[in-house]
């Protein structure tokens, strides 16, 4: 399997866990069955846009910022995943619901920080494994250019 996709799908996992996290503790918080795998896909790619824009903006003074970039990166996603998701999908109501909710997914995204090279060499090793058992479906080859 591709690195990059692999890498997005323990990245959705993450945080996912850390948005129903959230939406656990937080009664100003709601995520919806369906539309809440969509909102955790669309604050994912959200936030693996966001944050390579943030980090170019704030250039050489960015390792002095780092906690600044997440916080600002979590938030920016969260706001998009809010507007781009129905309210009975994905919704945060309430000043301090958006305070929590960006500290608490923030600090899952620290967590998932420490562990993301690991994690995903763990489940691309899995992937692996699964694609060598017998009865398993072989990658097909490119088509030549």
């Given at each position: 399997m591709n690195p990059k996709v692999l890498s997005f799908i323990v990245a959705a996992i993450a945080y996912g866990v850390t948005l129903v996290v959230a939406n656990l503790v937080l009664e100003g918080m709601h995520i919806g069955w369906l539309w809440g795998l969509v909102?955790?896909?669309l604050f994912t790619?959200?936030?693996t846009l966001l944050r390579?824009?943030?980090t170019r903006l704030l250039g050489k003074h960015v390792h002095g910022w780092t906690w600044v970039l997440g916080l600002v990166t979590v938030l920016g996603s969260l706001v998009v995943t809010t507007l781009l998701?129905?309210?009975s999908g994905f919704d945060i109501?309430?000043?301090w619901t958006w305070v929590w909710a960006t500290l608490i997914v923030w600090v899952g995204t620290i967590v998932y920080d420490l562990v993301d090279e690991k994690a995903v060499a763990t489940a691309a090793?899995?992937?692996d494994r699964y694609q060598q058992r017998p009865g398993a479906t072989p990658p097909t080859p490119a088509a030549p250019a």
């Open positions: 909102a955790v896909a790619v959200t936030i390579p824009l943030v998701s129905p309210s109501d309430g000043f090793s899995h992937v």
